[in-house]
């Protein structure tokens, strides 16, 4: 019997070497090629992450051409996040399966960030100690936001909690760096290219969603650059501003051949590109967005002057901003360097008016009054940025639905990043912070910043004791109700202001549009979310809108959403049906459930 036994493992031996010979045949046939057609298959793009992590462990050959600092890892990269190249040089030495792995490890992190946020908060706002697990991640920035900008891009109006929330976290973690990166800016000193460096982070602050940055604008600007010196040298075949180089800082001083570099300005930025003042639609903040001035070819008057002088700047001409009272202008002087010059040694530049020259009595007639010499000055970059930004000021204050509130949040951050000690806007943030339906983040630790606030304004100007006294006592008053209001709101169906309520909790149900099942474990008689929420999930385009009962419900992937009753379908299983959908869901979401009876 064991001689027997022998034989038939010999047999087997033989059979199992013919099965694998073509296999090990295809594998030496795939090393015998050339290296540069063996990289090319596995960067085709057919191959995913981890087929290349097993074919790099088959044999040498082919683990050296998948090393983690070479073109095969840089490829799946590459491919799988494409948004992220431009933050690499050419000449940097990447471990890109490195990379990979902390990109992917990030995504993870982003997407258990973003889940919890929709179990903590899916009933109010996010107050606003609710990124405080944000601030303490690890691993570069710029792939936690990547992962959070792949969630807003997912296809159609799938996943619309996830990206409500997702854009929220997007929103708090580019605005802190924009924010950060503008107050160390305004440590440096003035030089004439931080003027549009300074636009553009305000343009930043305000739109932290879209993708703006200064070298885009720089690029598009010296696009008109380039028409302009193609205009020039129809004009002037030997003007020294056609031998400038791109990044350069020289300067024309003869005023004739600055005077033809204006020409030509003019011509390509109002006759050839269109460029015109916005007098149709003059109180809108895209008119002080550089990127949209550029995208729009319209602006007010301080967002086309700094177009105009940063396009003459690059040609040699140095044009100096004015603060000009309800007009912003540029300067462009006509006399001697050096010379001791007063205010009618320059003519004055009118951007927003197709670069029209004035005089000083002009510029008088342009805004019907008579001004001291001190406002035909050149201002410093701060004024500038002051102004833009009390623009924006004015703008969220004229303005009453909800998105304007958010304009005026931002233009108060702007100003008291400047200018922390201002106490008029102080007091203003403290108003906005505490009236809720203004400032939703309903929590105790906004009412104890509105308390910080006027504390620091009493510090600054005792001045304001009645002002700071009123809002500290309603502040207080505030702390009083909450503490009341910490019990729990019990809710009878039965009643009948409620009697539209048509399921009650513990039905199992299904979303007529996603088609995923869940439980109800509470509701509200109307949707009892924020403007912004209702916005964003865009309530509006239901038949009844957010004057419908909305429920509470706990999806069978361990999520909770908030869903109007016509988007549920009535119940379709029963207890049976009920017991297998909460296993699912998991025991530690029971309670839940129970805590919230309202029946």
Not at 399 to 414: A, K, V
Not at 465 to 472: C, E, N, S
Request: hydrophobic share 40%; aromatic share 10%; charged share 20%.
């Amino acid at each position: 019997m064991a001689t027997a036994a022998v034989d038939s493992a010999m047999e087997v031996v033989p059979a199992l070497a013919e099965e694998a010979a073509p296999e090990a045949a295809g594998l030496c046939c795939l090393v015998s090629l050339p290296g540069e057609v063996l990289e090319y298959i596995l960067c085709s793009g057919s191959l995913t992450a981890a087929d290349i992590s097993r074919v790099s462990s088959t044999c040498r050959r082919l683990r050296e051409l998948c090393q983690s600092s070479g073109k095969v890892w840089k490829e799946q990269f590459r491919v799988r996040w494409p948004s992220l190249m431009k933050h690499y040089s050419p000449t940097d030495y990447v471990n890109w399966l490195e990379e990979y792995k902390v990109r992917q490890k990030a995504g993870l992190e982003a997407r258990k960030i973003v889940a919890s946020f929709s179990k903590r908060f899916f009933s109010e706002h996010v107050p606003c100690n609710g990124f405080s697990d944000i601030e303490n991640l690890e691993g570069p920035e710029i792939f936690f936001e990547d992962e959070l900008v792949c969630i807003l891009n997912m296809e159609g109006r799938k996943a619309l909690t996830w990206k409500y929330y997702a854009k929220k976290i997007l929103y708090y973690l580019r605005q802190q760096k924009i924010l950060n990166n503008l107050k160390a800016f305004l440590q440096h000193s003035d030089d004439f290219e931080s003027y549009l460096e300074g636009a553009v982070y305000i343009d930043q602050y305000c739109n932290p969603l879209s993708e703006i940055s200064l070298k885009d604008i720089h690029a598009q600007i010296d696009s008109i650059v380039e028409l302009v010196c193609k205009t020039l040298r129809g004009i002037n075949s030997r003007h020294p501003s056609l031998a400038f180089k791109a990044g350069g800082s020289s300067m024309i001083m003869e005023i004739e051949l600055q005077s033809q570099v204006l020409d030509a300005m003019n011509y390509v930025l109002y006759d050839q590109l269109k460029f015109k003042g916005n007098r149709m639609d003059y109180y809108n903040a895209l008119n002080l967005y550089m990127h949209q001035v550029l995208i729009r070819r319209t602006g007010i008057p301080i967002s086309m002057s700094l177009l105009y002088m940063t396009v003459a700047r690059k040609l040699g001409v140095p044009l100096e901003p004015v603060n000009f009272p309800s007009h912003f202008l540029l300067r462009w002087c006509q006399g001697a360097e050096g010379a001791n010059l007063d205010i009618f040694d320059y003519i004055y530049i009118d951007a927003f008016g197709k670069g029209r020259q004035l005089t000083v009595k002009e510029c008088e007639y342009l805004i019907g009054q008579h001004v001291t010499a001190a406002l035909y000055g050149v201002v410093n970059v701060k004024k500038v940025l002051q102004r833009m930004v009390g623009n924006l000021l004015s703008l969220g204050k004229r303005e009453g639905i909800d998105q304007s509130y958010q304009l005026l949040r931002d233009s108060l951050d702007l100003y008291l990043a400047m200018y922390p000690d201002q106490v008029q806007l102080l007091l203003l943030q403290a108003r906005l912070y505490f009236h809720l339906g203004i400032w939703p983040e309903k929590s105790f630790c906004l009412v104890l910043k509105v308390l910080d606030i006027l504390q620091h304004i009493q510090t600054l100007d005792p001045g304001q004791h009645g002002a700071v006294g009123y809002l500290v006592q309603h502040t207080l008053e505030h702390i009083e109700r909450k503490k009341e209001d910490v019990g729990v709101e019990v809710k009878l169906r039965s009643h009948e202001k409620h009697r539209d309520v048509c399921y009650s909790i513990g039905l199992i149900m299904k979303h007529k549009r996603y088609g995923y099942n869940c439980v109800i474990y509470g509701w509200d008689p109307t949707c009892m979310m924020g403007h912004e929420w209702i916005r964003n999930m865009n309530v509006h385009s239901l038949p009844h809108g957010h004057h419908q009962p909305f429920y509470n419900v706990l999806v069978e992937d361990g999520s909770c959403r908030y869903a109007a009753q016509e988007q549920k379908a009535p119940p379709g299983q029963g207890a049976k049906g009920l017991t297998s959908l909460l296993i699912k869901i998991g025991k530690n979401l029971l309670c839940r459930i129970f805590l919230n009876i309202g029946e």
